[in-house]
């Protein structure tokens, strides 16, 4: 059974940061994909950041700059560092996992909220 938890949402003020961490469990840790995603109400979920299970990172051009992706295959653990959050980086944060052939994988989503 395939479980992405993720942990460390909360409401901080405009300029902070917040670390996210999202712990796998159930799938070959290391040959996927990990990506952060975001959604608020009415919108579409988007890409915030991916890294690649050879280490490679993508981000939105929105949080360039800002945010880190990492990951930890021996703790099967991914984590995005935000700093300098903004009041528009306030959404639902969710976990994914994606392998082309074994497919994509999501968590349940943490709330961010920036705001003062």
């Known amino acids: 059974q395939v479980q992405l938890v993720e942990s460390g949402g909360a409401l901080v003020q405009p300029g902070g940061s917040l670390r996210l961490s999202c712990a796998a469990s159930?799938?070959?840790?290391?040959?996927?994909?990990m990506g952060w995603y975001r959604q608020t109400p009415g919108k579409e979920r988007e890409l915030v950041a991916v890294?690649?299970?050879?280490?490679?990172?993508k981000y939105a051009d929105v949080v360039k700059g800002r945010f880190t992706v990492s990951r930890d295959n021996a703790k099967k653990t991914v984590t995005l560092q935000m700093n300098s959050l903004k009041p528009e980086d306030t959404a639902v944060y969710y976990c994914?996992?994606?392998?082309?052939?074994?497919?994509?994988?999501w968590g349940q989503g943490t709330q961010v909220t920036v705001s003062s």
């Open positions: 159930g799938i070959i840790f290391r040959i996927n994909a």
């Open positions: 890294i690649t299970s050879g280490g490679g990172t």
């Open positions: 994914n996992s994606h392998h082309a052939v074994l497919g994509d994988h």
